[in-house]
């Protein structure tokens, strides 16, 4: 079956220019999560949606990063004026219910800021 | 920063041999996941523990979930290779909401 999608797999930008990550998660699932992973590390929460409203968004680093889910289901991660700092492999995960357990995690979208 | 301490950060495997890590916390989790990252792909779920002292099999794969809720192992046996890659500790906290803290990740390679 369809698992968690993302797009695109790798995205290479320039300081100072505006990214959109898109992610699709399984059919279903009512809670979506994006995670930043940088190199040699695990990754870590940036936040996260049940249905259409961000129920915790208290990972996002700074007012850069903004990320929406109007239909409560496919899933937008802007960035603005994007840093070198930013360039990190940007993770999206679904879960059936958004409750304690599993989340299943799409291929990531890799993002180098020159 | 990472708040699961995971160990080894690396090691060195030979087809056949049993293989063990783990993640500890100064923190209780009240649910621990095991996953499991190639390269370039996203982690896999390996394993879910959601009750403290519970030990869980998923084939050559066992974990337990720490009776303090602050440690959890995952055990390979007769590894193969393509058991290669890195394995990650996952916790979910009762006042965290829903996100997963994740530790550092233990990487499996191959003895050459």
């Known amino acids: 079956g369809a698992g968690v999608s993302q797009t695109p797999s790798n995205k290479v930008t320039e300081k100072g220019k505006y990214v959109e990550l898109r992610c699709d998660p399984i059919s279903g699932h009512t809670a979506l999560y994006w995670y930043r992973q940088s190199l040699g590390q695990g990754p870590e929460f940036l936040i996260y949606f049940q249905g259409t409203g961000a129920a915790d968004d208290s990972g996002l680093p700074n007012d850069r990063f903004f990320a929406v889910r109007p239909e409560g289901s496919v899933s937008t991660l802007k960035i603005q004026r994007t840093e070198r700092g930013d360039s990190a492999v940007y993770l999206c995960?679904?879960?059936?219910?958004?409750?304690?357990?599993?989340?299943?995690f799409g291929p990531g979208t890799r993002l180098t800021v020159l | 920063g990472q708040q699961l301490n995971q160990s080894p950060q690396s090691m060195f495997i030979q087809e056949g041999e049993d293989v063990s890590m783990n993640c500890t916390s100064s923190s209780i989790f009240n649910t621990w996941l095991w996953y499991k990252q190639d390269p370039g792909e996203g982690p896999v779920l390996l394993i879910a523990?959601?009750?403290?002292?519970e030990l869980t099999s998923n084939g050559r794969l066992t974990a337990q979930f720490g009776i303090t809720r602050k440690d959890s192992f995952l055990n390979i046996s007769a590894s193969i290779p393509s058991d290669v890659g890195i394995y990650f500790c996952?916790?979910?906290?009762?006042?965290?909401?829903?996100?997963?803290?994740f530790g550092g990740g233990t990487r499996l390679m191959v003895k050459p």
């Open positions: 995960a679904s879960s059936f219910t958004g409750g304690w357990g599993e989340q299943f």
């Open positions: 523990l959601y009750k403290a002292g």
């Open positions: 996952a916790g979910q906290r009762d006042n965290a909401g829903n996100m997963l803290t």
